[in-house]
Structure formats: C-alpha cells, structure tokens
C-alpha cells in the first residue's frame, strides 16, 4: 500500500465510526435528530433477537420514532469496541461490539437490563456523507429485567404494528436483493 492509500483506509475507518459513534450517542442522548442523521431513507433492520421480528426496510423517520418510543422511559448507555470496518468504494461493512446498559426505576423486579453482542452496520456514501442502510442487531446475552423495554406501551405498540408488516418484509428482502 502507498501513503496515500494507507491514508484514505485511515480517513475512511474514521468517518465510518464517527457515524457509528453518533448513532450510539444520540441513542444515550435522546438526540433523535442525530440519530436519524445516521441513516439512508429507507432503512433496513434486523432487530429479530430484540423484537422476534424478521428484517424489515422501512422510513428511516419512523425508525427513529419506535427508538424514541422504547428507549426513552430508560436511562441508557451504550460502548462500542473492536470495531472490524471493511470498505469496497462507496459501500462498507463494520462489525462493532457493543454493551447496551438499560436502567429504570421499578418495583417488578432489577432496574437495570444490559445487553451484550454487537451491531453488523451495512453504509455507503452519498453525496460524500457515510450512512447506514442496513443495521443489524444482535445480542449473545442478557443480564437483567427485560420488561425494561416495554413494547406493550400503546403508542409503542402501534409504532410495532406500523413498521413490521408484511410490506415492510417483502421491501427488505427486494433491498437485500440490491445490495
């Protein structure tokens, strides 16, 4: 590899976890505009070990609102490491570890939930700008109260029934069929 080469690898690893720090910190935050800046519209997710539902592409907005709606009733705190970035052109893949520590103040048992696995980000560029269309999250365990996350919150609920509909799975497996 050339300096030149070796420089752009470095560039782009950190505009990609700049990207993947942001989408984590505005999760902690409460940022929901930051967080949405993270992604392409659509977007697709696989969130099947949290929500039992497969891979959905749905509004990157609507997204960010079922974020709002589950996490926002906790204190959270998400850590990323051993980041694995690859990246071929205007498209890349990273591999990111993460903890995600949930806390809550409840009589229905422990107060905290931490998850423990890593998130797969799938991102390309546009308009020279790295974000994510494709994420997936997924967990090898978990410590703690579950009913922290609450997904049977009405207006959580109807967000559910919003995005995981058999439109939304059909779209995610025409996108896979692009990427």
Known sequence: MTNEEKLLELWEDKQITKVILRFGRALDTGNWPAYRSCFTNPVNIDFKRLTGQEEVCVDADLWTRFADLILSPVRRHHSY??????????????LVYMTARHWKATDLGTSDNTQYGWYDFWLRREAGEWLIYRVKHDFQWVEGNNALLDPHEPELAATMRDIFTDNHFKAAQAAIATF
């Open 81 to 94: 490491s051993n980041f694995a970035i690859t990246v071929d052109g205007d498209r890349a893949h990273a």
